[in-house]
C-alpha cells in the first residue's frame, strides 16, 4: 500500500509545473492522433480518444513517471490491414485482446529482455525517432504560404529564448498561445488543426465492440493483437529507458508492461486504437519540467476538455506553432553527440547505431530496426568472445605424451576452433586436455569436446580431461556421452 510520502513524490512533488506541462503535451497530442488516424484508415476520434484514455489510465499504472503514452504511428502502421479487410469494430476487439497479452508480458517479466538491448541499439533507436518526428513535419514546410515558415521561426524563436529570460511558464506552451493569437487576430491563413480532420465533440462510450464472439474473430484478430502488443512494448521499454536517462531516475518496466496492457485493454471499450509510449511528447513533458504522475493524468484529461469544450478554439490553433514545437523536440532528441563518437568508439558499436537509424527510417518500422541492432550486437559479441579463445600445447620429455592447455569461452562461436586445436594424426599415448582456464556454455561445446575425445580414443590414445570448472562439470555430466564416470569425479571433488 503506498504511504503518504510515495504518493507526494510520484504525483505532486512540483504540481505547478505537471500542470503546464502537461497541457503543453496535450495540445501536441491532437495533430498526432488526427494524423495516426489517418495512417491506420479510421475517424479521428479513434485516435484521439485513445490518447486521452491510454494518457489516463497509464497515469495510474504506469512504471516511469512523466512519460506519456497515446495512440502511435508504430501500432497504426500495424493495423491498417485489419481494419482494411474487417473493419473498425475488429480493430477494437483486436485492442483489447493486445492489452491482455501486454499484461501477461509484464507478468512474465518479459521486460528483463531489455538486459540485450545495447547501448548503441538504443542510440541509433533515439537518434531514428528524432529523424522521424522531423520528417513527420515536412508536409507541413512543403507547398505552403510563406507566412508559414516565419511562424515556425517565431516559435522556435520563444521556445528557446524565453527561458533564458524566465522559466516560470513553459516555453512551448507560451510559443503556441502567442502564434495562436497572432494568426486569429491578425487575419493569417494558415493550415490549422481544424484542417487535420473533425474533432470530436462528446466523450467516448463504453460499450462492447460489435463483433461476433466465436473463433473466427480470435483467428482474425489473434496476430495484429501480438503485433501491437510486441511493437508497444518494444517502443515503450525503449522510451522508459531514454526518459530514464534523461531525468537521471529508475523506472518498474515490469509495471509498465502491465499498466500499458491495462491501459490497451480498456481503451479498446471506448471505441479507440492501440497505443503505447511515445517519445516525442515524453520528451516535451519532461523538457517542459513534468516529472510526475500528475503531468501525464493532465495530458490526457486537458485532452478531453480540449476537444468538448474548447473544440472551435483549438480548431484554429496554427499547425506552425505545433510544428515548432516538433522540431524542437526533434532537435533535443536526437544524440548528437554520438556523430563525433562514430569515429572515436569501435567500429562495430558505431555500425550497430547506423543500422538500427537506417533500418528504422527506411522502413519506418522501429521494431525492425531495433532487431536488426539487437542481431548485429549479438553477432559482434559472438565474434569478440570467439577471438579470447586460446590453445597452448606441450609435448612431453619423451615424446609420447602431449597436454593441451585451453583458456577461453568455449561456446558454438568457439566450437571449430576448439576442435581444430588438436592434431589427431599425431601418434601419441597419452592426451591431457586442460580446462583450467575454459569455460563451456552451452551443448554445442560439450558436443565438441565429446568428438575430440572419441577420435584420440578410436586412434588408440588414452584421453584425460582435467580442470573442468563446476558449472563445466556439471553440464559434461548432463550432455556429453564420451565418458560420465570423468565428469562425476570431477563434480565429486569441488
Known amino acids: 500500500m503506498p504511504n503518504f510520502a510515495s504518493i507526494r513524490r510520484d504525483w505532486f512533488a512540483n504540481p505547478r509545473a505537471d500542470i503546464l506541462a502537461g497541457i503543453v503535451v496535450a495540445l501536441a497530442l491532437i495533430p498526432e492522433a488526427i494524423g495516426f488516424s489517418v495512417i491506420a484508415g479510421v475517424d ?6 485513445a490518447s486521452f484514455s491510454i494518457a489516463v489510465i497509464i497515469a495510474f499504472t504506469g512504471g516511469r513517471e512523466g512519460m506519456i503514452s497515446a495512440a502511435t504511428a508504430s501500432v497504426a502502421v500495424v493495423i491498417i490491414p485489419l481494419v482494411r479487410d474487417h473493419g473498425v469494430e475488429y480493430l477494437f476487439a483486436a485492442t483489447i485482446l493486445m492489452g491482455v497479452f501486454q499484461m501477461i508480458a509484464g507478468l512474465l517479466r518479459l521486460d528483463l529482455l531489455m538486459q540485450y538491448v545495447s547501448r548503441s541499439v538504443i542510440t541509433g533507436f533515439v537518434n531514428a525517432l528524432a529523424i522521424l518526428i522531423f520528417m513527420a513535419q515536412l508536409p507541413e514546410l512543403i507547398h505552403v504560404p510563406p507566412i508559414t515558415y516565419a511562424l515556425v521561426a517565431g516559435g522556435l524563436a520563444i521556445i528557446y529564448l524565453l527561458p533564458r529570460l524566465t522559466k516560470a511558464v513553459p516555453s512551448p506552451l507560451v ?18 488543426v481544424g484542417d487535420m480532420g473533425k474533432l470530436p465533440m462528446s466523450f467516448p462510450v463504453f460499450a462492447l465492440p460489435h463483433v461476433p464472439l466465436t473463433l473466427e474473430t480470435l483467428r482474425i484478430i489473434l496476430p495484429y493483437s501480438l503485433t501491437m502488443a510486441a511493437v508497444g512494448l518494444l517502443e515503450s521499454m525503449l522510451t522508459a529507458q531514454i526518459v530514464d536517462d534523461f531525468t537521471d531516475t529508475p523506472s518498474n518496466k515490469a509495471r509498465e508492461m ?40 493532465v495530458a490526457g484529461v486537458f485532452l478531453l476538455f480540449l476537444l468538448v469544450v474548447l473544440n472551435p478554439l483549438v480548431a484554429r490553433i496554427p499547425m506552425p506553432s505545433l510544428v515548432a514545437v516538433m522540431i524542437m523536440v526533434s532537435i533535443g532528441t536526437f544524440s548528437w553527440r ?3 563518437d562514430i569515429r572515436r568508439h569501435p567500429w562495430q558499436s558505431s555500425l550497430v547505431m547506423v543500422a538500427t537509424v537506417v533500418i528504422v527510417v527506411w522502413t519506418g518500422n522501429l521494431a525492425a530496426g531495433v532487431l536488426t541492432g539487437v542481431v548485429l550486437s549479438g553477432l559482434f559479441f559472438a565474434s569478440k568472445v570467439k577471438r579470447m579463445f586460446i590453445v597452448a600445447s606441450a609435448l612431453s620429455d619423451d615424446g609420447r605424451a602431449r597436454t593441451y592447455k585451453i583458456s577461453g569461452e568455449i561456446f558454438f562461436a568457439s566450437a571449430d576452433r576448439f576442435a581444430e586445436a588438436f592434431d589427431f594424426k599425431e601418434v601419441l599415448d597419452r592426451v591431457v586436455i586442460d580446462l583450467s582456464d575454459a569455460h563451456f556454455w552451452d551443448i554445442t561445446g560439450v558436443g565438441t ?9 578410436r586412434a588408440g590414445t588414452e584421453v584425460e580431461v582435467v580442470g573442468l570448472n563446476e558449472p563445466s562439470a556439471a553440464m559434461v555430466e548432463r550432455f556429453a556421452v564420451h565418458d560420465k564416470p570423468i565428469a562425476e569425479k570431477l563434480l565429486a571433488s569441488h
Open 175 to 192: 510559443a503556441i498561445v502567442i502564434l495562436t493569437i497572432i494568426t486569429i487576430y491578425g487575419g493569417i491563413h494558415v493550415n490549422t
Open 449 to 457: 569436446l565429446d568428438k575430440a575425445v572419441i577420435r584420440f580414443r
Open 44 to 49: 479521428p476520434q479513434v485516435g484521439l480518444y
Open 338 to 340: 554520438s556523430i563525433k
Open 258 to 297: 502491465r499498466g500499458q496492457g491495462i491501459a490497451n485493454f480498456f481503451t479498446g471499450f471506448l471505441g479507440a486504437m492501440g497505443g503505447c509510449a511515445m517519445i516525442g511528447q515524453s520528451v516535451i513533458n519532461v523538457k517542459s519540467g513534468g516529472s510526475t504522475r500528475l503531468s501525464t493524468l
